[in-house]
């Protein structure tokens, strides 16, 4: 199964160690995991803008993320779905590279339950499905 993590389930399981963390170690360890430079964008100016980390610690995150997955090819046409139109470019990539699911904590995608044929979740929802 190709899953592709949102941005705020990346942070969420580098810097809580929580259920997010689990979610992403068992998907790893189990399915094709697919990041886009979009979504890596976002990590590097969330863990700096917000939390206020490093370059060097951002770059291992980053680079960490890079070595289990695969990189998905960023969506040169943008669909208008969402209510957070910056969630556009998350669907358009994920429809681009045949994604599975999405997982991800923004309820402005998890509210979809669905787009097309890919699944979009939270973490908590990925032990019942899996």
Same mark, same amino acid.
């Given at each position: 199964?190709?899953?592709?993590? =949102?941005?705020?389930?990346?942070?969420?399981?580098?810097?809580?160690?929580?259920?997010? @963390?689990? *979610?992403?170690?068992?998907? *790893?360890? #189990?399915?094709?995991?697919?990041?886009?430079?979009?979504?890596?964008?976002?990590?590097?100016?969330? +863990?700096?803008? #917000? @939390?206020?980390?490093?370059?060097?610690?951002?770059?291992?995150?980053?680079? +960490? @993320?890079?070595?289990?997955?695969?990189?998905?090819?960023?969506?040169?046409?943008?669909?208008?779905?969402?209510? =957070?139109?910056?969630?556009?470019?998350?669907?358009?990539?994920?429809?681009?590279?045949?994604? =599975?699911?999405?997982?991800?904590?923004?309820?402005?995608?998890?509210? +979809?339950?669905?787009?097309?044929?890919? +699944?979009?979740?939270?973490?908590?929802?990925?032990?019942?499905?899996?």
């Amino acid at each position: 199964m190709k899953i592709l993590f =949102d941005t705020n389930v990346i942070i969420s399981s580098i810097l809580t160690k929580g259920s997010s @963390f689990d *979610v992403v170690i068992d998907a *790893v360890k #189990k399915h094709d995991i697919f990041y886009t430079e979009y979504i890596i964008k976002e990590v590097k100016e969330t +863990l700096s803008k #917000k @939390f206020d980390l490093s370059l060097p610690v951002i770059h291992s995150v980053v680079e +960490l @993320f890079k070595k289990y997955g695969t990189k998905g090819e960023k969506a040169s046409e943008i669909i208008d779905i969402c209510r =957070d139109p910056n969630d556009n470019q998350i669907l358009a990539d994920a429809l681009l590279n045949k994604i =599975d699911m999405i997982i991800s904590g923004d309820k402005d995608l998890t509210m +979809l339950k669905k787009y097309q044929n890919i +699944l979009i979740i939270p973490p908590a929802e990925y032990w019942k499905i899996i």
